[in-house]
């Protein structure tokens, strides 16, 4: 299927005269999760990745995908028809420059790529004398004859019990900064910062509860917001407050035909090339500039902070219920596969309240799945658990009042020493940057080697970051904010990332620990500088059965207990029967 659905793209490409075309995993949003009618690179490769681009010539094509996917892409994408490259690593220009003549023409769709993206990838192809070439109208589009219909839900007005701040005041806010910058408006591209400014949530993709929508944000605190009208139900004008102007996407050079000679910021990190070319040609003054909602929606008020954490404590009661149910099914010789697993997790945090849907996929992975970081249980057939091994599950929910995401490592009977030593080491990454306190002005690549330490000591890595922001029902995946070797973001207080330090051992194992926390002020600074700290949200235990007691040292020890003897107390009580009983063996001293 995917050889004939390459032949028609390459037959289309030819007839407009191109010589290579990108397809990258992406939509007009430039979002990670995107609806089932605009998975392009899904339907012609057949990867089912979160991240990767396809590049197509004549007769040959690569695959690119980051370190996450180098196990995924291999089982899902033919090696006789596409080559397996790096998307950090290996540079697509680079690449092309390699096996296509000078003076080809290289086709994208400017509506699937970022402005840094498209103006970047112009200049390295120019010097190889090859030509980008801007084509909205998609050629995939034309080859998928069956592409899903686009599908269009109603938003939900978010009150200001769970945002803590009305739109109105928001925008008035961003619109003082804009003007601080020197903007006359500001193109809020980022639809999860768009539902933020304007304390509404979407409902066509669940597991992302964004209004899929760009605004103009102008000085005054005013909008001109761009969605489908469909999506807007009754009363969102007394909900967002006036001055909120609504029009169809297809408005857009209409609207922007009265920004010529006028200021407009835009961040060429997550705004599309096409958007950019639009207000070029109309005569706008693009500034580039970082998108001005990303750090007031990234650092949490005391409502939201509030709200996640009763979301996350409704969390560990389903989480810390289906840790208990496993380990009664396992001893009773019931091993299930990874669909069972997830669906029985599923079905337990549909039970607490304010559930809304799954934050992402579930990644339910048993033995040698798990050593694929993004394994999708859904995308083959669902393996059983064997006995003495390593199971993985890294989950997480939408509710009203705040997102999750959680992963533990589970022993299904003795999975042996070897996974023993390396969970530890893991763990060890977890717990020293559970501790870290740092000034402000630190950034997230400073604190990565905090959690890296240990496995580097013995050679060994993992290939993703460790830890990424995330959001108050919204993105999982939030930035500015994150921690890894790169991280340039300083974190500040009310930002909420992961630490989920792994390790992944191809065609065995994969562990990972993840915790959520959220960055305070330590509440003692002993030298002569105010000192921040990150503070647990996920209240679930680890499973002590896979420590090696011989490489934890004492204050690790008692790191487990104190985080262990708060889970107790908090959830313990949430809990009654079996499930109680559960819990309180799982939270016994270990430094004993």
Not at 233 to 253: M, W
Request: with cysteine; glycine share 8%.
């Amino acid at each position: 299927m995917a050889a004939s659905r390459l032949a028609t793209l390459r037959r289309l490409m030819a007839e407009r005269g191109y010589d290579a075309l990108f397809v990258p995993r992406a939509d007009e949003y430039l979002g990670e999760y995107i609806p089932e009618y605009n998975e392009r690179l899904r339907w012609l490769t057949g990867f089912t990745g979160s991240a990767g681009m396809a590049v197509v010539l004549a007769d040959e094509a690569a695959m690119f995908v980051d370190g996450r996917y180098t196990v995924q892409v291999r089982a899902q994408v033919d090696p006789d028809l596409f080559s397996y490259r790096h998307l950090v690593e290996d540079s697509q220009p680079g690449w092309l420059a390699q096996v296509l003549p000078g003076g080809g023409r290289v086709a994208c769709d400017p509506r699937l790529h970022s402005v840094r993206w498209y103006r970047d990838t112009r200049a390295a192809l120019a010097r190889d004398n090859l030509e980008l070439v801007a084509d909205a109208d998609n050629l995939v589009d034309h080859c998928w004859t069956d592409r899903p219909p686009a599908t269009v839900g109603e938003a939900m007005l978010l009150g200001e019990a769970y945002s803590g701040e009305s739109s109105a005041a928001k925008r008035a806010r961003i619109g003082a900064a804009i003007e601080e910058a020197g903007g006359d408006s500001a193109l809020v591209f980022a639809p999860d910062s768009v539902s933020w400014l304007l304390n509404l949530r979407g409902r066509d993709m669940p597991q992302l509860p964004v209004l899929l929508a760009c605004a103009l944000v102008h000085a005054d605190g005013d909008v001109d917001l761009f969605t489908d009208p469909r999506r807007l139900p009754e009363g969102v004008e007394v909900h967002t407050g006036g001055g909120v102007r609504v029009h169809g996407p297809g408005l857009l050079e209409e609207v922007f035909a009265g920004l010529n000679g006028r200021r407009v910021l835009l961040d060429e990190n997550n705004t599309s090339a096409h958007v950019h070319l639009l207000l070029e040609a109309a005569g706008a003054e693009v500034v580039f500039s970082p998108d001005p909602v990303q750090f007031p929606k990234a650092c949490k008020n005391a409502v939201e902070l509030a709200g996640t954490a009763a979301a996350h404590r409704r969390d560990a009661v389903a989480v810390i219920r289906f840790l208990a149910w496993l380990d009664r099914e396992v001893a009773a010789g019931r091993l299930h596969d990874e669909a069972v697993l997830a669906d029985h997790l599923l079905s337990l945090r549909a039970e607490g309240e304010h559930f809304h849907a799954c934050s992402f996929d579930t990644i339910s992975a048993v033995g040698p799945n798990a050593a694929m970081c993004h394994y999708n249980h859904l995308d083959g057939e669902p393996a059983t658990m064997p006995m003495n091994s390593l199971y993985l599950c890294d989950s997480g929910a939408q509710y009203v009042d705040g997102t999750t995401d959680i992963t533990r490592t589970v022993a299904i009977g003795d999975p042996g020493p070897e996974a023993r030593r390396l969970f530890t080491l893991v763990l060890k990454g977890h717990i020293a940057l559970d501790r870290a306190r740092f000034p402000r002005g630190t950034t997230g690549a400073q604190l990565d080697t905090f959690a890296r330490q240990f496995l580097w000591r013995e050679g060994y890595d993992f290939d993703h970051g460790t830890g990424h922001g995330v959001g108050v029902f919204l993105s999982v995946h939030e930035g500015p904010q994150r921690i890894s070797k790169i991280a340039d973001v300083d974190l500040r207080p009310g930002m909420i990332v992961s630490n989920e330090p792994g390790y992944y051992r191809d065609g065995a194992f994969g562990i990972r620990c993840e915790n959520l926390v959220v960055v305070t002020e330590c509440a003692e600074s002993p030298g002569e500088i105010p000192l921040l700290c990150l503070e647990a949200l996920t209240l679930v235990p680890f499973d002590t059965r896979l420590l090696d007691h011989n490489l934890l040292e004492g204050d690790e020890l008692a790191w487990l207990d104190a985080y262990h003897a708060r889970v107790a107390a908090t959830v313990g009580p949430l809990l009654d029967g079996a499930e109680a009983d559960w819990l309180a063996q799982a939270t016994q001293p270990v430094s004993a």
